[in-house]
Nanobody
Framework: QVQLVESGGGLVQAGGSLRLSCAAS????????MAWFRQAPGKEREFVSA?????????AYYADSVRGRFTISRGNANLVYLQMNSLKPEDTAVYYC?????????????????WGQGTQVTVSS
């Protein structure tokens, strides 16, 4: 049974940093794309970042709102991280880790098969 477990969320002041981790189990995810989405209260789930390997090359994708502040990386086939710097109050949301085998549209939630429970990130002003 596939499980994704996020950790690393918390409360931080604006301008601070957090590092989210996602541990996947129940399968081998070396060929999977893994991504982070977030959902703020009253808003739709939105794409944050994704990472995938193709032909030995690693590709990273970012939403415009986080590019230059967030960095996605993989520790191994079953670990993915999201380093978040220069956090802003508008980054406050529940952050979800997700995985999919060759998703067609990296930025759409419906492209992903597996989801974690989420971890809360709160940025105070």
């Amino acid at each position: 049974q596939v499980q994704l477990v996020e950790s690393g969320g918390g409360l931080v002041q604006a301008g601070g940093s957090l590092r989210l981790s996602c541990a996947a189990s129940g399968g081998t995810f070396s060929t999977y794309a893994m991504a982070w989405f977030r959902q703020a209260p009253g808003k739709e789930r939105e794409f944050v970042s994704a990472i995938r390997r193709n032909g030995g090359i690693t590709f990273a994708y970012y939403a415009d709102s986080v590019r230059g502040r967030f960095t996605i990386s993989r520790g191994n086939a079953n670990l993915v991280y999201l380093q978040m710097n220069s956090l802003k109050p508008e980054d406050t949301a529940v952050y979800y880790c997700t995985a999919a085998n060759n998703p067609r549209e990296m930025t759409l939630p419906k492209s992903y098969s597996y989801w974690g429970q989420g971890t809360q990130v709160t940025v105070s002003s």
